[in-house]
Nanobody, 124 residues
Framework: EVQLQASGGGLVQPGGSLRLSCTAS????????IGWFRQAPGKEREGVSF??????FYADAVKGRFTISRDNAKNTVYLQMNSLKPEDTAVYYC???????????????????WGQGTQVTVSS
């Protein structure tokens, strides 16, 4: 059974850091594209970052602050989030994409399996 488990969220002050983890079971993360998305209340789900075949992509809003990485031995994809801002507050999800054109990594419809989400709150 394919499962993704997102964890690592929490409450952090502006300027702080968090590292999210997406641990997979039922498949190998290096065989698929893995994306991080977020959804704030009243807003649509948006792509944050994506990793596949050694390539990494970031939304403009997080470029230079967030870093995506993968540990194949742990079958886990990470999202290191630094210099957090209040506007980063959202539920963060990880998802698996069997295949997609890299230019469309932000499109949720290409992802077939989703984790349950982890809350990130940036507030003083």
């Amino acid at each position: 059974e394919v499962q993704l488990q997102a964890s690592g969220g929490g409450l952090v002050q502006p300027g702080g850091s968090l590292r999210l983890s997406c641990t997979a079971s039922g498949f190998a993360v290096d065989d698929y594209g893995i994306g991080w998305f977020r959804q704030a209340p009243g807003k649509e789900r948006e792509g944050v970052s994506f990793i596949n075949v050694g390539r990494k992509f970031y939304a403009d809003a997080v470029k230079g602050r967030f870093t995506i990485s993968r540990d194949n031995a742990k079958n886990t994809v990470y999202l290191q989030m630094n210099s957090l801002k209040p506007e980063d507050t959202a539920v963060y999800y990880c998802a698996r994409a069997p295949r997609l054109p890299f230019s469309l990594w932000r499109a949720p419809s290409y992802y077939t399996s989703w984790g349950q989400g982890t809350q990130v709150t940036v507030s003083s």
